[in-house]
């Protein structure tokens, strides 16, 4: 191995003009720097990370597995680890899975973590399958996840309580006077995150007395699409309907939509609700009433958990997060709409 | 070096096996797992991916330099370059460097890149400082650009025209009656993007004879904020602007937002047209007339030229793509506006 002395002996330059070529700060010519780099890169320099993570066995990486970074949520919680991250001093590899659950991709994307040596893994709303949580377990991988968690609480997660905040949402709806009231964009068959919120809807209409209708389910995969044609599904057999409480503000947007081509003016005619609080549901018109989640400090506090885990040993705690209900105007008062009942 | 032959006879278990478990691909007990897993690690069998860079000098890895993964494109060009390194076996490692140019982050990050070894550089949508961009250079990075370019094109970058692009949506506007057309939304300042659409909208006016008033071009970030604040700031001293045409969906967003405080709805009193055509322009209603840019193919062409580049030695040859000019429902003709001149 050569050392920084050596370096600079060699290229015949102060052993400062070396640092701060390796460095990349300045102050040098061109000249030096391919010098420095060439004698540097020729006697395999241990400034190098991939030497660095033979000999310490810490690669200072950690990987992030999503479905897809385009959907609106995503972006907030990738900021936040990336800054727990980027404060630990660690880098981050990024792998998308695919959304609709491409296995073969997931499996490949955990073994290429596992190669490139992570120290951690965090995995931001996925579906598992059995086959993949079976590897990440198998594999001993540091893991934390990230709005999402397993069946049974394998892993740590960092999450709010679903039920509660469609139980909290449904109930302001059943405040202001609706009875009549459909959720729209979940999969029941979906037990991370779907199922619950369906649960704590059901909760709050029981707990007002109210057997919600089958019709009043519209199942869908949380997209503008599955909010966009539950409603005219919905809307094409039941027209007492007042009220829509959605799993996302995207498919409250498709809900509005659908909505517009019945004649139906939201919230005159119809009260909606949205869900994640995204800064879509600020920029649009009406602004959507919906669930506030705290994405950022979920990303940020979930990975800073799993880097003390990996650099001092603490056991990683899965955090429930406090949701806000964010009244604004794509909900209002049963007895202001045009139509009642 | 051992080999997997040598992994099997000191495991007590078949070829097969061992490739099944560095694999991942099941059939096997936890204890084989661990047993073989161990013995690897112990010989530092080969497989790891940080060994295999320093034998090969090819780590595998292209990095993403972004500001932010929340803006509301980003998503689609991070799929695009994802998608396609997965088709060549490479991985990515993703680094943001904020918004508002934190140079001493963007620096920091392009020397992490560096440091590990990272065979490609793609940067998007990044505000350069003259310092980075002689950093890149000097490190001699295979680097591409997408939805990004520098003054001097020094750098292969994957764009659209934004001077035609902007010049098209102003002259459609113009070709519907509007005269007093406003910009929002573009630093005049910021040579890659902003003074590009700018200069387009200029022309446009100009070619139709019409000189825009100062007041006419309002300044801003590309931010839903900035298209909030511009069109109050416009519309307090002007009341004669009939059409918006602003440089993103989000900006447009603020600007309808904005114009619905003044009690004027979109398109009935104003016409306001956006730029990117990203989810968002078709999620709200009025859906937004824009100029679409084919992010996700950016990112793909892009980040396949670049590897293809680094595998093969072909020249990166940076590529102007189509836009579309989309439209829907945001902007409608003079004549058929409430408020005409």
Redesign the interface.
């Known amino acids: 191995m050569i050392t920084i002395k050596e370096i600079a002996k060699e290229a015949r330059v102060s052993i400062a003009t070396v640092s701060r070529v390796l ?4 102050g040098y010519s ?1 000249e030096t ?1 391919d010098r420095v ?1 060439k004698i540097a890169d020729a006697h ?1 320099y241990l ?5 660095h ?2 000999v310490s066995a810490s ?1 200072k ?1 950690i990987g ?1 597995l999503i479905p ?5 949520f ?3 919680i ?2 936040g680890i ?1 800054d727990a991250a ?1 404060a630990a001093g660690y ?6 899975t695919g959304i609709g659950g491409d296995e073969r ?1 997931l ?1 490949e994307n ?3 973590m ?4 992570v120290e951690g893994l965090v995995i931001v709303s996925n579906q598992f399958t059995e ?1 993949a949580l ?2 990440i377990q ?2 001993r991988l540091n893991t934390t996840l990230i709005s999402t968690s397993t069946r049974n609480n394998s892993l740590p997660a960092f999450v709010i309580d679903d039920v509660a905040a469609m139980h909290a949402v449904t109930s302001y709806l059943l405040s202001i006077g609706h009875q009549h009231i459909a959720i729209i964009g979940a999969d029941p068959d979906d037990h991370v995150t779907g199922a619950p919120r369906i649960k704590g809807y059901r909760d709050a209409m029981m707990d007002a007395g109210m057997v919600p209708s089958i019709a009043w389910v519209q199942r869908g995969d949380f997209s ?1 699409e599955s909010g966009y044609t539950g409603f005219k599904r919905l809307y094409s057999g039941e027209h007492d309907i007042t009220a829509v409480c959605c799993v996302s503000d ?1 498919a409250a ?2 809900v ?2 659908a909505a ?1 081509e019945f004649g139906l003016s939201v919230p005159d005619d119809l009260s909606v609700t949205g869900f994640d609080g995204t ?2 549901s ?4 009406p602004r959507l009433t919906t669930v506030r989640q705290p994405f950022y400090r979920m990303g940020k506090a979930g990975t800073t958990a799993l880097l003390q885990h990996i650099t001092s040993g603490e056991s990683i705690n899965g955090e429930t997060f406090p949701f806000e209900i964010e009244i604004r105007e794509s909900a209002k008062p049963l007895d202001t709409q045009r139509r009642g009942e």
């Open positions: 460095n990349g700060t300045g061109q720097f780099n395999h400034k190098n990370a991939a030497a993570t033979l690669s990486i992030i897809s970074v385009s959907t609106s995503s972006g907030y990738i900021n990336e980027y880098d981050v590899i990024l792998a998308h991709r499996l955990i073994n290429m596992r190669n490139r040596q086959t079976t590897l198998r594999l503008y995207e947007l498709g509005i939509a517009h800064r879509l600020e920029m649009v018109r």
